[in-house]
């Protein structure tokens, strides 16, 4: 049995800490914080996301980066396995919008204590506040120097997170680390990110939150990304779920990308014209302002009227064709014009990382360096918001556990 280090205390290090424990090899896991899945913590607004239900054909799916390499981790330890892991430790589930898994509690820290509950269990070694300064290559082992000294291991597992939410503790040092004993760090970029607008028309919906929306993203007159579902407006833009999810398309270059929402749907352009029709003739004696209480949010309508040219004063009966065409068009069709993506240290996740060709994806051990493996964020992998990022961390995490020799 070997000796085995875990550099990071998130989703991925816990879950590969905890399968070597209960395979036999002796382990530390090694968090700089004073605590376990300080991120985790955060995820979901405080209600942790913790996976998707979705068919696991469906997963590969909504991961835009490199999905191949994680056929063997996602299949070994699955979004059952997770729901199945945490229940068995108290923590019943429930499926919402988009096939989110969340707890019943609507508690992140329940899952944090179902993991840490799964993690004491395996026997494994816990050293909080212990950041690990170095590690240095030592034969076919390693030394690891800590807050707490200098060990030797028999093998090495990186689940330090990328460099998204620094507060938690992910500011990076994986890749440091990994530079170190000769691997390849892609380019570091965020994704699942609030955008920037040119526009400084969303401050005044700051707050608002649309649901059955359609956004679509273009990129140099491309269709990047089209999506149903909720976003959000902010005093810098935009954000919510298909936002971020948007912005897992333009990570390269957000800047220049256009966003259309689409407010209606449901309703072809013909079949938004006869509606609005209809509500004008029903409100034909109020002014253009007043008449769209039944179509639009109360925060939007003002807005909406100024973007549209026609004065919110008009009487409904002095509207023509025209202008009602072209406001049914700003509906099927709001624009915003992207200035920038949020810095990294905003973003929910980091694109970027390890380069998956110099690791087997079986085992997820370095095919450079033999018993050092890698697990979670910290790879070169991303996927969409919805709880996929979180499987991700949990299979690579297992994957390790069980793979370490």
């Known amino acids: 049995m070997s000796r085995v280090a875990v550099v990071g205390g998130g989703p991925a290090g816990m879950l590969a800490a905890a399968e070597a424990s209960r395979a036999g090899h002796t382990v530390c896991l090694y968090e700089k914080n004073e605590k376990l899945g300080k991120k985790l913590f955060i995820t979901g607004k405080g209600r942790c996301n913790l996976t998707n239900d979705a068919e696991m054909a469906e997963f590969f799916t909504n991961i835009p980066r490199n999905p191949k390499f994680l056929y063997s981790a996602l299949y070994g330890f699955t979004n059952a396995d997770i729901v199945e892991l945490v229940s068995g430790e108290g923590v019943p589930t429930k499926v919402e919008r988009g096939g989110r898994v969340f707890p019943v509690s609507d508690h992140s820290s329940d899952v944090l204590k179902a993991l840490a509950s799964y993690l004491n269990k395996s026997g494994a070694e816990v050293a909080l506040n212990c950041a690990v300064k170095e590690i240095r290559r030592l034969g076919e082992g390693f030394e690891i120097v800590s807050a707490n000294g200098t060990r030797i291991f028999d093998a090495v597992v990186l689940c330090t997170g990328g460099a998204s939410y620094p507060t938690t503790g992910s500011t990076g040092d994986g890749y440091s680390f990994a530079r170190t004993l000769g691997h390849t760090v892609t380019q570091i970029k965020p994704s699942l990110i609030p955008l920037a607008t040119e526009e400084e028309w969303p401050r005044a919906l700051m707050g608002l939150s649309l649901k059955n929306v359609t956004l679509r993203a273009y990129q140099r007159g491309k269709l990047v ?16 779920p298909l936002v971020l999810s948007a912005s897992s398309h333009m990570a390269d270059e957000p800047r220049g990308a256009v966003l259309e929402i689409d407010l209606k749907p449901a309703l072809s352009e013909e079949e938004l014209d006869r509606r609005v029709l209809r509500d004008f003739e029903k409100n034909n004696k109020k002014q253009f302002q007043n008449a769209l209480n039944e179509l639009l949010p109360a925060k939007l309508i003002p807005v909406a009227v100024e973007l549209s040219g026609i004065a919110p004063n008009t009487g409904i009966s002095e509207i023509n064709r025209t202008q009602r065409t072209n406001f049914v068009r700003l509906l099927k069709g709001l624009t915003l014009h992207v200035k920038e993506a949020l810095p990294v240290e905003y973003a929910i996740i980091t694109r970027g990382g390890i380069n998956v060709k110099e690791i087997n994806a079986s085992t997820l051990e370095s095919k450079l360096v033999k018993n050092l493996y890698f697990a979670g964020e910290v790879l070169d992998v991303d996927a969409y918001t919805g709880g ?7 299979s690579t995490g297992v994957l390790v556990g069980r793979s370490i020799r």
């Open 388 to 394: 996929f990022n979180l499987q991700i961390a949990y």
């Open 225 to 240: 990304f089209e999506e149903l579902g909720e976003m959000l407006f902010t005093h810098f833009g935009v954000s919510g």
